[in-house]
């Protein structure tokens, strides 16, 4: 960053359309409390990374989309704020969100029997919602719908020949599941470009998760599909921690599918032990491109997660992911402490820069 230290030759993608999503808070255990995933990370991000090459990003059409989400999810979402002003709820109760109260859980219904959509926007609101904490606001489906954009443009940049292209988007999406959002996520911006580059290749392409937290939107979005691999490094959901449900090691699909978790407290040794296994099994599995949800919340001082990874594990991580010389997508999901994420993303993708700079020399 002109201060000596080396340049970053990964494209950056970039949309401004980000910051139309402000979260307004969490409500969490029914208190609202602030919200975490602000726009001042992408903009944090992006600070550190001013030497890199900006890409603008690109429309897309729905097409790809609806390759990974139903199309039910994609028009609540663009639909539940207008629909909740309508409904006049931001005036009485005066709720400056949406924010679901009732959850079409399955045991709720017998057999044969599937829940209704809503007639009361107050009720939509917990039709595709799987917690109270990832509220919806006016400009919360532009930013997501731009998300999505920003990492298939990091596909399309990659399928054209970049070795790598770097994704700095938000909001995160590695826990939105094909027809639900949850955990500061509404589309899955990382599965989007895993599926733009299986179609591309026709081959096996893996996703590699590193964000804290389980990537289990992923997981479940490819659970039946061979052709993309998904593995997630993440803080043990058994211990207490999100998303609480999943991400257990027994959840391996029909073998396409790998999570690690770690204990509380895990620090750089055996996570990048874990990373390392994951990009190894990616190759071993026959994978032609490599998708890495990038959240860089596993670092020793974020807020949201126990993992003690330090900068240099992230440098390290970035070297094991590049190193089977796959071409890369990196997507931002997590990381939560605004002092450091930037410097911990470009630590990543400083690492996978000469992780693939290794592989192009051992292929010589
Ligand atoms: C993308 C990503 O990293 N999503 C992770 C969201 C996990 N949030 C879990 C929050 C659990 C409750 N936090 C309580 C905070 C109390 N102030
Ligand atoms: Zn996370």
């Known amino acids: 960053m002109g201060d000596g230290g080396p340049r970053l030759s990964i494209p950056v993608v970039w949309t401004d359309l980000h910051r139309l999503h402000e979260p307004g808070g969490e409500v969490w255990v029914g208190v609202r409390t602030p919200g975490t995933e602000v726009p001042e990370r992408a903009d944090r991000i992006r600070g550190t990374l001013a030497d890199a090459s900006i890409v603008e990003a690109r429309a897309h059409s729905d097409e790809a989309l609806l390759t990974i989400h139903d199309r039910e999810l994609l028009d609540h979402l663009a639909r539940a704020w207008d629909d909740w002003e309508a409904a006049g709820l931001n005036r009485d109760p005066g709720q400056d969100r949406v924010v679901p109260y009732i959850f079409p859980v399955p045991s709720l219904f017998p057999a044969g029997v599937g829940p209704a959509l809503p007639a009361a926007a107050s009720a939509r609101a917990g039709s595709f919602a799987y917690d109270t904490m990832t509220l919806i606001g006016p400009g919360t489906w532009e930013a997501a719908r731009a998300a999505v954009d920003a990492a298939l443009t990091a596909a399309d940049l990659v ?7 770097y994704a700095c988007c938000r909001p995160p999406g590695h826990h939105a599941t094909r027809g639900a959002f949850g955990g500061s996520c509404y589309l899955n911006n990382a599965a989007a470009a895993a599926a733009r580059l299986r179609s591309a290749l026709g081959g096996p392409v893996a ?11 992923t997981q479940a979005i490819f659970w039946d599909d061979p052709l993309v691999l998904t593995g997630s490094v993440h803080v043990d959901p058994g211990a207490g921690w999100f998303p609480h449900f ?29 990373v390392r296994a ?17 959240g860089v919340d596993a670092a020793g001082g974020d807020p949201e997660s126990p993992l003690e990874v330090t900068p240099a594990g992230f440098r390290a991580a970035g070297r094991e992911l590049g190193a089977p010389g796959l071409p890369t997508v990196l997507v931002q999901e997590g990381g939560y402490d605004l002092e450091t994420i930037g410097e911990l993303v470009r630590e990543l993708l400083l690492g996978v820069e000469e992780g693939l700079r290794g592989a192009g020399e051992r292929q010589q």
């Open 159 to 165: 399928l054209e020949g970049e070795r790598a292209a």
């Open 207 to 217: 996703v590699i998760d590193i964000d804290a937290h389980h990537g289990n939107g």
């Open 246 to 274: 999943l991400g257990f090691a027994e959840e391996t699909g029909g073998g396409a599918n790998r999570n690690l978790p770690l204990a509380p407290g895990s620090g750089d040794e055996v996570w990048l032990e874990a």
């Open 278 to 294: 994951l990009a190894g099994w990616a190759l071993a599995g026959g994978a032609e491109a490599l998708v890495v949800a990038l």
